[in-house]
């Protein structure tokens, strides 16, 4: 008897040893970063090569697979394993051509091809210099980094929503199409904004992925607060067992960047190229927040922020770069802390800063947003505000002289906007000399 008590002893034991061990092991691999395509029904009617996709089941896609909504209504989500997205509308049919992603997301080779009806595509900001991303349709190629924009088959459309993309047509001949400048790709010839906007555009289309993107937003934070919360009675010791766990938990809780730099001094090298793959997925997840969701945004920066302490000095420079199309959101979102957790990123990299040509790379995101004239009549005073609180007195022009020339453009924008464009573009490249000098 005394032996049988023994051994059902032992037993308990291995039993409880082996929960915890299998709770370690999934901590140590929790984080490993998925970066298969998945195809997904979100209305309607679709099918991926012979068999109809159901309801919000995702499923992994390959090369040469075929994706068809069936019906007007119906409504398809392409998920591509760098964290970009694309939307299929009704009676559309795309193919997937290439879908190359590395484990730590470093290399991407995506390719697919519009045959018909229209796609809305958002791909990540971040891709290093040897990846791609690109979409065919008829004989025109597009080359796609950061950008949101819409392909319609049915107008002979492209129409980018923010920043822009490089097509090439059946010559060879490369052509960057800027955002709010909507084209016809048959002539590769331009529409005015006004009149795809109250002629053209499918105004539900646009509206269902905006409410789409809200709610992408929102399931991306339940997954990373899932992700965290997942077997909770071992947290304390998968923190001690497992620190870029340690890390991710002290990041999704509020750490501060100084905090969590602190941390990464205490990493094994090999810990932080794991940690970086993580980090990376998640900012390009977040590649959708808008500057007008302060706290998502905020969280998108740290990210960033997090990301260059953690990248090679090419992909700094390309990090810091995507920080230039942030100026752009902040200005339109009046996002105050935004711009100074973006003041913070580029300072303590001005190291990096001073070896882009950074007027160059302004004047081809166009920064100055289409709608500056509409935004000085609504929110000039803010305007003024953000350059007071904004400019540092350091380099030619003032904060008082800053404020002045935006002053003197209050009765003059309407009928001078390229005079305010002058004010605000003088304003940014006092910045930019600071962020050189300092």
Known sequence: ??????????????????????????????WDTDTETYVSLIQGQAKMNDDFLELDIAQIAQPGDVIRTIGKESLALIEWGDGSMT??????????????????????????ELFSGKTWSQVVSFISEDSSFTQQFEWVEAWVRGTVFDVDLTEWIVYVSDH?????????????????????????SLISLEQFLSEIRDTS???????????????????????LTI?????????IFDKNYSFLYDLERGASF?????????LWDKNKMKLRTEILSRYQKLNIVSAEDPDQYADKILHKRLLVLLSTETDQERLLETSLYDFKDILKSQNIPGFDETLKLLNENANILEKLDTRNILGNINL????????????????SDFFEWGLPDTSGISVENGKELLDSATDSFRDAKSGAEEVIENGLDTLFEWFTTN
């Not at 559309?92 to 879908?99: D, E, P, W």
């Not at 822009?164 to 590769?188: A, C, H, V």
Request: charged content about 25%; overall charge negative; hydrophobic content about 40%.
């Open 87 to 112: 939307r299929l509308a009704g009676n559309t049919r795309v193919s997937i051509t290439r879908n190359d992603v590395s484990p730590d997301q470093t290399l991407i080779d995506i390719s697919f």
């Open 205 to 227: 289309w646009s509206s269902l992925n905006q409410e789409l993107d809200i709610n992408q937003l929102g399931n991306l934070k339940t997954q990373i607060e899932d992700q």
């Open 258 to 266: 100084e905090e969590l730099r602190k941390l990464l001094d205490t």
């Open 164 to 188: 822009q993309i490089d097509l090439i047509n059946q010559d060879g001949d490369l052509y960057t199409l800027d955002e709010k400048s909507p084209l016809k790709y048959n002539d590769f």
């Open 231 to 239: 077997s909770s009675p071992f947290s304390f010791l998968r923190r």
């Open 368 to 383: 100055i947003p289409d709608d500056l004239e509409q935004i000085l009549s609504d929110e000039f005073q803010w305007i």
């Open 1 to 30: 008897m005394k032996k049988l008590k023994n051994t059902f002893i032992i037993w308990v034991i291995l039993l409880v040893v082996g929960i915890i061990a299998s709770q370690i092991f999934k901590s140590l691999s929790v």
